[in-house]
């Protein structure tokens, strides 16, 4: 059935594809070399384009004079997959008391470096600019969680743990 041929033939064909996927490798990395570009490859301008507006400041402490904690408990359970309120430590770590504490402050919680980084407490506008992106906050943080695009979200979680401090 088989004989030394056939295992030649294959054997030559299995090392021709390879020789030749490695032929187009090197040619495409001659003909298109990525870091000569840097991060943006290309910046395509657009006639008559305007400058993007920038961002209407929020009030956040103008936002909790409206929060409502019922709500913001409700919204809570986003985070309770995580975070606990009575004092232990989850795969995040316990949020009672939160509100005023100092940043990766939690005795006993391995926290990531980024978030070690930080100074300063967890105002309430700090809370909210996390909650809003908080790799976007605190790059490389650990926390997977990708925020709460809605102000009034924010507020209430935060009203939430701040009636539990």
Not at 23 to 52: P, T
Request: negative net charge; glycine residues 14%; hydrophobic residues 40%.
């Amino acid at each position: 059935m088989f004989d030394t041929m056939t295992l030649t033939k294959i054997g030559a064909g299995l090392f021709g594809a390879w020789l030749i996927l490695l032929l187009g490798k090197w040619g495409a990395e001659e003909l298109y070399h990525a870091e000569a570009h840097g991060e943006q490859s290309y910046v395509i301008e657009v006639a008559g384009a305007e400058e993007a507006e920038p961002e209407e400041e929020i009030d956040v402490m103008a936002l909790m004079a409206e929060a409502d904690i019922s709500k913001g408990e409700g919204v809570f359970r986003k985070c309770s997959a995580c975070h606990k309120v009575d004092g232990t430590d989850g795969v995040g770590p316990h949020l009672n008391g939160v509100v005023g504490r100092d940043v990766a402050s939690v005795d006993g919680f391995g926290y990531s470096g980024a978030l070690t980084s930080l100074e300063g407490d967890w105002t309430e506008e700090a809370l909210f600019g996390f909650l809003l992106n908080p790799k976007g906050y605190a790059p490389g943080t650990t926390m997977g969680f990708a925020g709460l695009k809605k102000p009034a979200d924010k507020v209430n979680v935060i009203a939430y743990l701040q009636s539990l401090n």
